[in-house]
């Protein structure tokens, strides 16, 4: 009877050590199997930033004038692919969706950004070694400090710029509402607008 009581105590107290083991074991490769997901994001990551080299966005003027008091601002600028694969900015309704950003006391601050639903952002497709021409086109009603337009957010429009965009490596919609899509901020050269009134 005595030895039957150790056998099973032992039995017992192996299995609860098999099942310690076992749950460890699960966890440890359950984490090896999370850094390796996290391994490969982070070679995507890379392996974009390294292709974005080829990208670039480029205004089409270094200085942009505002003549008269109530005429609107075009800002023209083109993306530039010269890599060996697509890009895809941001777009909405296939028109691009780019930020402008205000350099105010050495800091970079958005100063424009277009108000458009996210359902909207299907992106623009930049072939290898092809350019896309786009542009923002700012009405005095956008940019007037009285008249409080969401997608305004300072109130002198004189000063530096440059354009800001999302781009991706690649366009997959269920990655996208997911949030595993790579993407990556791009910025333009610098560019002044002034009022010559």
């Known amino acids: 009877m005595f030895l039957e009581k150790q056998t099973l105590y032992l039995s017992d107290k192996t299995m609860r050590a098999t099942i310690k083991w076992s749950i460890c074991l699960l ?23 390294v292709a974005l080299e080829d990208f670039s966005i480029k205004s089409d003027q270094e200085v942009y004038n505002i003549d008269q008091e109530d005429s609107p601002l075009k800002i023209t ?6 890599g060996n694969q697509n890009f895809y900015p941001g777009s909405c309704l296939g028109v691009p969706s780019d930020v402008l950003e205000k350099l105010v006391d050495g800091e970079w601050i958005i100063a424009y950004s277009p108000v458009c639903p996210d359902i909207l952002r299907s992106p ?5 070694v092809k350019s896309y021409e786009a542009a923002i086109h700012l009405s005095p009603s956008i940019w ?3 008249s409080e337009d969401e997608s305004w957010h300072i109130s002198d429009i004189e000063g530096t710029y440059r354009v800001r ?30 009022k010559n009134l």
């Open 144 to 146: 007037d400090p009285e």
């Open 77 to 82: 600028y083109s993306y530039i692919n010269k």
């Open 165 to 194: 965009e999302q781009v991706y490596g690649e366009w997959n919609m269920k990655k996208y509402d997911s949030g595993n899509l790579q993407s990556e901020i791009v910025f333009s050269n610098s560019f002044v607008i002034k």
């Open 27 to 49: 966890f440890i490769s359950y984490m090896i199997g999370c850094s390796e997901l996290f391994d490969s994001d982070s070679k995507n990551k890379e392996m974009l930033l």
């Open 124 to 128: 623009i497709k930049i072939e290898p």
